[in-house]
Nanobody
Framework: HVQLVESGGGSVQAGGSLRLSCSGSGHSYSSYCVSWFRQVPGKEREAVARINKGNVTSYADSVKGRFTISEDHAENTLYLQMNSLKPEDTGVYYC????????????????WGQGTQVTVS
């Protein structure tokens, strides 16, 4: 079993920045790939950013150049640095664990965090 806890959400003005953190735990945590999703009001949950082996990163087109994903393996923590935030980035941000590989598909996620709200005005 894997536990994921997000933090760092909040309210910010357009153009501002936030840094989200996802702390992971569980005896099999090292077997999982953890990534970021978000659910914007009125839309389906979507993949935002992920890192796979070899530090291969992938980003949604809407966040490329503004968001940066990183991880601290020693601390089992995943980060999402969000810059130049826009009102359309408003939503609940989730970290998600998939076994071995981050596909970016919600249907393949094994564990979800509780989510953290990001509001951009």
């Amino acid at each position: 079993h894997v536990q994921l806890v997000e933090s760092g959400g909040g309210s910010v003005q357009a153009g501002g920045s936030l840094r989200l953190s996802c702390s992971g735990s569980g005896h099999s945590y090292s077997s999982y790939c953890v990534s970021w999703f978000r659910q914007v009001p009125g839309k389906e949950r979507e993949a935002v950013a992920r890192i796979n082996k070899g530090n291969v990163t992938s980003y949604a087109d809407s966040v490329k150049g503004r968001f940066t994903i990183s991880e601290d393996h020693a601390e089992n923590t995943l980060y999402l640095q969000m810059n130049s935030l826009k009102p359309e980035d408003t939503g609940v941000y989730y970290c998600a664990a998939e076994r071995f590989y981050c596909s970016g598909y919600t249907t393949r996620v094994d564990y979800w965090g509780q989510g953290t709200q990001v509001t951009v005005s």
